[in-house]
């Protein structure tokens, strides 16, 4: 790469786990990762923000390591959001743009974007981006880039991202409670689409899977094109939850069980023996078939969700590319195996992209989202290089009485 233009950071705020990702990008757009970490998160429901020191603390903390290892400070970023409040929605809008020998500008498709969002999108909505579809001038449809052409009547047909805006407005003070402003809010799964898919994926027809904590998200691609987003209130925490219920046993053993033993077997064969755990010199040990059948409901469950949602979106088993799954969820054992009969769909896990620099550790389904915002950032915005301020910088560890503590005094 030649000489660094500029920095972009991806901060994905998750339920569980805050993460992010810091880029260099060349005067050519290449990106070298010079950053990254993750760490645990608090103070969030079903990928909505509770409260704001929780999160505020957590991506404070863990940006601490990432300004470290890159020698950057931290001060904006793209950050994801989620929740099921997350919405794609259709809109359509018309402008007229003068004479007949008039060139399609930049304003002019600023104008139609306003035309077609302005009174269609309710108040208590945030809208997030407005993806154009298609435009059509002066009634020729199926245009994908107007700008230079000549017409006197110009539409559009847009894809709109948004999202309720307490919401995003509790999660854009939440990082400004770790001194970062968050320069765009974008679905988690639209991010980690990004960073995962294609673009044969998504020209031909595919759908991403984020297998998050407390949430699950499905977006499709087809012509290029977003199509759809849905996000559903249920993640792979609620299968800890359940065996943490069922077989009477902390949320800490029932992790551990889910991460090393269960799905093993949810290829269909009967499960045999015990799945033993040795905790404090102990063995604990629990039916392998009783386990796998905790694991298989809860799956079960949530992959009827994502069905109905590829069925609302009239995808359901028309998907050329198949599925991609990611999100911490993707890394059950035979989740794909699993995904592929319960949606009757070819399944991949979804790694980010190679990108150069220290990438080699994040090529991982659960850092899709943060790698993608990254690329967000790197190709619509960025950092421009700047000189490092001690003083201001993530190493307080959250110190609650510190600028945490004096900053909420202002909400
Ligand atoms: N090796 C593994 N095997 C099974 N499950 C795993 C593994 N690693 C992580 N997980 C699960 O992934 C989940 C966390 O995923 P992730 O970090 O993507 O969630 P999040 O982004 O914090 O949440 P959300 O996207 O719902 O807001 C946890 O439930 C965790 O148990
Ligand atoms: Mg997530």
Do not use: W
């Not at 969030?44 to 020698?71: C, W, Y």
């Not at 008039?102 to 600023?110: M, R, Y």
Request: proline content about 3%.
């Amino acid at each position: 790469m030649d000489e660094i233009a500029k920095f972009a950071v991806g901060l994905d705020v998750g339920t569980e786990n805050v993460r992010a990702v810091v880029a260099t990008v060349g005067k050519d757009g290449s990106m070298s990762v010079v950053g990254y970490n993750e760490g645990p998160n608090s103070g969030m429901r079903k990928g909505v923000v509770a409260n704001l020191t929780g999160p505020a603390e957590s991506i404070d903390r863990m940006l601490g390591e990432v300004e470290r290892m890159s020698g950057f400070e931290v001060n904006s970023a793209y950050v994801s959001i989620n929740g099921a409040h997350v919405m794609c929605t259709r809109a359509e809008g018309m402008i007229a743009v003068g004479a007949e020998d008039h060139e399609i500008s930049d304003d002019d498709l600023a104008r139609v974007e306003q035309a077609a969002v302005v009174g269609r999108v309710p108040a208590n909505r945030d809208i997030l981006d407005v993806l154009p579809l298609s435009y059509t001038l002066d009634g020729q449809g199926g245009i994908k880039d107007p700008l230079g052409m000549t017409g006197s009547r110009l539409e559009l047909k847009a894809s709109v991202l948004s999202a309720l805006a307490p919401n995003s407005l509790n999660l854009r003070k939440a990082t400004e409670g770790a001194r970062v402003t968050a320069e765009k809010l974008v679905p988690s799964v639209v991010a980690a689409a990004r960073a995962v898919l294609t673009e044969k994926q998504m020209e031909n027809g595919v759908a991403i899977i984020d297998l998050g904590s407390a949430t699950t998200s499905v977006a499709i691609y087809e012509e290029g094109d977003l199509q759809y987003v849905g996000v559903l209130p249920v993640g792979a925490h609620n299968i800890t939850n359940d065996l943490a219920i069922m077989l009477k046993i902390d949320t800490e053993i029932a992790e551990d069980i889910k991460h090393r033993f269960v799905a093993k077997n949810l290829a269909g064969e009967e499960p045999e023996g015990d799945i033993v755990i040795r905790r404090n010199r102990e063995e604990l040990a629990f039916s392998r078939a009783e386990v796998n059948q905790i694991v298989e409901d809860r799956l079960s469950e949530i992959f009827d969700g994502i069905r109905k949602e590829l069925k609302a979106a009239k995808y359901d088993r028309r998907l050329p590319e198949g599925v991609v799954l990611v999100g911490g969820g993707a890394k059950l054992k035979d989740i794909a195996v699993y995904a592929r009969e319960a949606l009757e769909a070819s399944i991949k896990i979804g790694l980010p992209k190679k990108l150069g620099g220290v990438a080699d550790a994040i090529e991982k389904p659960e850092y899709a989202t943060a790698v993608g915002l990254a690329m967000m950032a790197a190709a619509e915005s960025g950092q421009a290089v700047q000189a490092k301020t001690k003083s201001k910088s993530h190493k307080s560890a959250g110190k609650k009485s510190g600028v945490l503590g004096k900053f909420f005094k202002k909400f």
